[in-house]
């Protein structure tokens, strides 16, 4: 985990404020994405990034934006945080050969109250 | 598209009694398949892969997983359990090709008693 870091590790906001979570990673890896998790519902995909100029939409982008500062920076931010984006959210790395298994940062836990 | 069920949201096992946590997939073609553990108040950790060749998957901790193609399965194994084993499990697979995202089934919440 401690390749993979996630600032902060603990957040609460409240609706309709602009929040940034910030991931950072020395692996050396190109490829980070971000995910939320939810009881019941597991990990589900929000952006990934192949590398600097390349960025993508997950399954559940809408309400999220992120930016690839650099090969080690990704940041994930929440325009308007509203209060079913209470979650906690993971950043994860990858290698860039197949199978491409990730690995995971220790997690933000974001309270949008 | 692909998918990951994970039919039991709990599992209770004795401590020295072999365990399964139970995951079923939907992809097109062959799978990557994979098992991660989470403990409280961290993020996931790699505990093996299944890329090609013997369908049982050695990895960290004693774990081992069984690939069954027939049945689209990948059941995560471990012969005796440890109540240190107590936490949440996460199947995941991803379809072969370099831009395909990784799908995690919702996890198993293993629970080891002594």
């Known amino acids: 985990d401690a390749d993979v870091t996630q600032t902060p590790r603990n957040r609460i906001t409240k609706t309709g404020k602009r929040i940034m979570l910030e991931c950072s990673q020395t692996k050396g890896h190109d490829r980070m994405y971000w995910y939320r998790q939810d009881p019941g519902l597991g990990l589900r995909l929000i952006y990934y990034s192949f590398d600097v100029k390349d960025i993508n939409k997950g399954e559940i982008s809408d309400g999220y934006s992120v930016s690839r500062q650099a090969q080690a920076k990704f940041s994930l931010s929440l325009e308007s945080a509203i209060p079913n984006q209470t979650a906690l959210y993971f950043c994860?790395?990858?290698?860039?050969?197949?199978?491409?298994?990730?690995?995971f940062g220790p997690g933000t836990r974001l309270t949008v109250t | 598209a692909q998918s990951v069920a994970q039919p039991e949201d709990q599992v209770n096992v004795a401590e020295g009694n072999p365990l399964t946590v139970k995951c079923t997939y939907s992809v097109s073609g062959n799978p990557y398949l994979f098992w991660y553990v989470q403990y409280p108040n961290r993020g996931l950790q790699f505990l093996l892969k299944y890329i090609t060749g013997d369908n049982l998957v050695k990895g960290s901790y004693g774990f081992e997983a069984e690939f069954n193609k027939s049945q689209t399965s990948f059941h995560l194994k471990k012969p005796s359990a440890l109540v240190s084993d107590s936490a949440l499990y996460f199947c995941a697979v991803r379809a072969r090709g370099n831009n395909n995202d990784m799908r995690f089934g919702a996890g198993t919440r293993l629970t080891v008693k002594p």
């Open positions: 994860a790395t990858s290698v860039n050969t197949a199978p491409y298994e990730q690995y």
